[in-house]
T-cell receptor, first 114, second 109 residues
Framework: SQTIHQWPATLVQPVGSPLSLECTVE??????LYWYRQAAGRGLQLLFYSVGIGQISSEVPQNLSASRPQDRQFILSSKKLLLSDSGFYLC?????????????FGEGSWLTVV | ELKVEQNPLFLSMQEGKNYTIYCNYS?????LYWYRQDPGKSLESLFVLLSNGAVKQEGRLMASLDTKARLSTLHITAAVHDLSATYFC?????????FGKGTRLHILP
């Protein structure tokens, strides 16, 4: 069966510091990968999605970036965090054709920028 | 730009009552998903709707999809406290999946 791992689960970072959130998927090949952000009490905002290694689409211009160095690895980064980057970050995957499957989410990473 | 609108955004209801959450979207799609999120947790998949007229039921929840009207509904029958959560619909189009803002459901005993 497929599983998705995301880490770290929580982190508190000062303004201006860098960020790296990692996500890996097991049990599938060539998944579509996603990063979403959820501000406190709000809906989900799609940040990045990837349909293959090195293929990243950005939905929202901001100081975040994403990379996909391996087929089942997705990384969310920032060089300098802003207060507004605080939120709940969710990595997700779906089968490349998504014929029968929805997207599945990792456990999430709580980021507080202070 | 694809827009996904849920209503209501907040719903407080008593146990035993029935209610419906609506999800409207702005572009052609025949794939729609419903998720549940408990406070402080990630999202859990509830239903996958893959064609016009699709209906899925699980316990007291039933979801349907009308692709011509670009509308999905999540119906709650005889609500119980355990169903208190935030419910999201998500529309799948091309390579992107866009979520509604969620409906926060609070069921009173």
């Amino acid at each position: 069966s497929q599983t998705i791992h995301q880490w770290p689960a929580t982190l508190v970072q000062p303004v201006g510091s860098p960020l790296s959130l990692e996500c890996t998927v097991e049990g599938t090949s060539n998944p579509n990968l996603y990063w979403y952000r959820q501000a406190a009490g709000r809906g989900l905002q799609l940040l990045f999605y990837s349909v293959g290694i090195g293929q990243i689409s950005s939905e929202v211009p901001q100081n975040l970036s994403a990379s996909r160095p391996q087929d089942r690895q997705f990384i969310l980064s920032s060089k300098k965090l802003l207060l507004s980057d605080s939120g709940f970050y969710l990595c997700a995957w779906s089968a490349y054709d998504r014929v029968r499957l929805p997207i599945y989410f990792g456990e999430g990473s709580w980021l507080t920028v202070v | 730009e694809l827009k996904v609108e849920q209503n209501p955004l907040f719903l407080s209801m008593q146990e035993g009552k029935n209610y419906t959450i609506y999800c409207n979207y702005s572009t052609t799609s025949d794939r729609l998903y419903w998720y549940r999120q408990d406070p402080g947790k990630s999202l859990e998949s509830l239903f996958v709707l893959l064609s016009n007229g699709a209906v899925k039921q699980e316990g007291r929840l039933m979801a349907s999809l009308d692709t011509k009207a670009r509308l999905s509904t999540l119906h709650i029958t005889a609500a119980v406290h355990d169903l208190s959560a935030t419910y999201f619909c998500a529309v799948d189009t091309d390579d992107k999946i866009i979520f509604g803002k969620g409906t926060r459901l609070h069921i009173l005993p």
